[in-house]
């Protein structure tokens, strides 16, 4: 592909057009907590220490862009479609490497810049932008191989050339728009259509789009904002489900994917009714996720970055969407944090956002919720949040799920009682890859040592089960979910019920084979503990001083950190220790296993007491506390309490 020409230099051409006008808003920010938390963060890029995915990374006074800050491998110049970048060995990291290439430190600092006058963060943007051009020439290297890096860094630059375009030198603005121009070109030329239809043509579509909305006066801007409208469209159409979540399974990618939707919303400014109530769902399963508190349970990848401010509590990124959504929805269904606004909302929309900081709402968390599509299930909100996932397993070869059908996550207030363990890495270590994703890193069942489908590569499954949910009920003493997974002639039925009186989740593990399956097969059950764990009694765990875990029967029980299983990875790149508990059992077919976690106060500060189990082919009846029993015998159990 040729390098484009030149854009014509033209005196006093305006800046970005259709996004808000920082000087309407800037006023009410200028001296609050967020703009001195943007200028700490601006003070570290200045000395090129770039707090990206959980860490800092230093560079150094010459920043290599091309470079690995881990492990010190700088790839060549060669052109893009030869480069080798899922090869770590040879390339480094390709996700450390693009982090910081997606240049949302330089908006960073174009915001620190506006908000305090400092010159010194204006300086380093021309800087660097003249740094990486030296050392990322048309099409050459790492950096050109994705075309949604380069979707993320085009995003960038025309947020930098919006705040602070008329402050740069003449020359460099008209660089960086001469380089703005060659992005869409690659974008029209090498967009995912074949290659990862998924987010990444999403995102390629969402900047290709906004290049031509806020530079109509560009060749080929009208094709750009035609093309890329038309692919935002089909995909919201292709990969939002009718419950409003998104196909990859994910919950960090739903996050994502809202935030392209929304933005390309804000920018199109009448994407059409059915892209709009697409949109507005999606909101209310964030919302149904996060528990009213902004914190995302992670199911699925974890990608570790945001669409426009990657810093801060990863984990509550969706809170800035959720706040970006009430804005531009204009309603009170979601709950939305101030603080929140000005991440995100205050410079997509302005004034709309600072009138909902000042109002400041934050309406009541919904009750239990199933979210049909996904199989995701909502048993209980704010303060003890209970999510099941029945699923697991996403759209085609479900590149961002992980094994994790029927696996349940919940937490007390910011108490995490029983954890996702994370993601950890895509490519670089491609067996802590497959661990992390793996049945055995969630709170599942395992039978004989399998995943519950067949890793075919970090990005890829092979024979996915087939899952289903049995019943969905919502009574006024208890929920109870249903559900089951199927594959390799193994069917594991899990059955969950929330006690809301008693705070207490019910958990019962059915395996089944078929007739002719006489084998004794290995069973394995995992629970990954959040916080400290302690043994109150046999059979009875203490959980981050919030709650406690009972299981039965006690045959083979393990608690530990470390070694196969015992991790947890809060980002990309980093892993630590973390506890879990795995019940084994080794016997012929139908196995059934049992577990209780208790979160009142007889559970967190009381010694515990052990789980009663009776199992028959056709009833099980557990007595979890001296005043509770409850049968499981039908498609409805029998909750007996008293006391």
Not at 258 to 277: M, T
Not at 311 to 316: C, E, K, L
Not at 491 to 519: F, K, M, P, Y
């Amino acid at each position: 592909m040729a390098m484009p020409p030149d854009l014509p230099v033209r005196t006093g051409e305006p800046g970005p057009a259709i996004l808000a006008e920082p000087e309407r808003f800037l006023p009410e920010l200028r001296g609050s907590d967020y703009a001195r938390q943007i200028e700490l963060i601006a003070e570290m890029i200045s000395a090129h220490r770039f707090p990206l995915l959980g860490g800092v990374f230093e560079t150094g006074p010459d920043i290599r862009w091309r470079r690995d800050p881990v492990r010190g491998i700088e790839s060549g110049l060669g052109y893009f479609r030869t480069i080798r970048y899922l090869d770590a060995a040879r390339a480094g990291d390709h996700k450390l490497i693009w982090e910081l290439n997606r240049h949302q430190h330089l908006v960073l600092l174009a915001q620190a810049y506006r908000l305090t006058g400092r010159h010194d963060f204006l300086e380093q943007i021309p800087r660097q932008l003249e740094s990486w051009w030296r050392q990322n020439p048309w099409l050459r290297g790492i950096n050109w191989a994705s075309a949604l890096e380069v979707a993320f860094r085009a995003l960038s630059w025309i947020w930098v050339d919006h705040l602070v375009g008329d402050a740069l030198d003449s020359g460099i603005r008209q660089r960086l728009r001469n380089g703005l121009y060659r992005h869409g070109v690659y974008l029209e030329r090498n967009l995912s259509i074949y290659f990862s239809p998924n987010t990444h043509l999403l995102g390629e579509a969402v900047a290709l789009h906004a290049l031509g909305a806020i530079y109509p006066q560009w060749p080929r801007s009208t094709r750009w904002k035609a093309l890329g409208g038309r692919l935002v469209r089909e995909q919201m159409d292709k990969q939002v489900r009718n419950d409003g979540s998104h196909f990859e399974q994910s919950s960090y990618y739903h996050v994502y994917a809202l935030d392209f939707f929304l933005l390309h919303a804000v920018l199109d400014g009448d994407p059409g009714e059915g892209f709009r109530e697409k949109l507005r769902r999606m909101a209310y399963y964030l919302a149904a996720l996060t528990a009213g508190d902004g914190l995302i349970p992670l199911l699925g990848d974890d990608d570790g970055g945001n669409l426009f401010h990657p810093w801060g509590d990863r984990r509550r990124f969706g809170a800035a969407t959720l706040a970006s959504c009430c804005v531009f929805f204009e309603t009170d269904a979601w709950p939305c944090e101030a603080d929140a606004l000005p991440v995100q909302a205050v410079w997509w929309m302005g004034g709309q956002a600072l009138a909902r900081r000042r109002r400041n709402d934050t309406p009541p968390g919904d009750g239990p919720r199933l979210f049909t599509d996904a199989g995701v299930a909502v048993l209980a909100r704010a303060p003890i949040q209970i999510i099941a996932d029945t699923r697991g397993f996403g759209h085609g070869g479900a590149g961002h799920s992980h094994a994790h059908a029927l696996s349940v996550v919940c937490r007390k207030g910011d108490r995490d009682i029983l954890i996702d363990p994370g993601t950890y890495t895509y490519t670089a270590e491609p067996v802590w890859r497959a661990r992390f994703r793996g049945t055995g890193f969630h709170n599942t069942v395992r039978v004989d040592g399998r995943d519950q489908a067949d890793d075919a590569g970090p990005f890829r499954w092979l024979n996915k089960p087939q899952t289903t949910i049995r019943n969905w009920t919502t009574e006024k003493e208890f929920t109870h979910l249903r559900a089951a997974c199927e594959y390799r002639g193994i069917e594991h039925e899990r059955q969950l019920v929330w006690i809301r009186e008693r705070e207490l989740l019910v958990i019962v593990d059915s395996v089944r084979g078929s007739a002719e399956d006489t084998q004794p097969h290995l069973i394995e059950q995992f629970w990954h503990c959040g916080g400290e764990v302690a043994l109150l009694s046999p059979g009875v765990w203490r959980i981050n001083q919030a709650a406690t875990l009972s299981i039965a029967p006690l045959d083979n029980v393990r608690e530990f950190s470390g070694g196969e299983y015992g991790w947890q990875s809060t980002a990309p790149g980093q892993k630590g220790p973390s506890p879990v508990i795995i019940v084994e059992r080794t016997a012929s077919l139908p196995v059934t296993l049992a577990a209780v976690v208790a979160f009142g106060p007889g559970g967190a500060q009381a010694p515990g007491i052990a789980l009663g189990m009776e199992a028959s082919e056709d009833r099980i009846r557990l007595v979890p506390d001296d005043g509770l029993s409850i049968t499981f015998s039908a498609d409805l159990p029998s909750v007996e309490m008293s006391g």
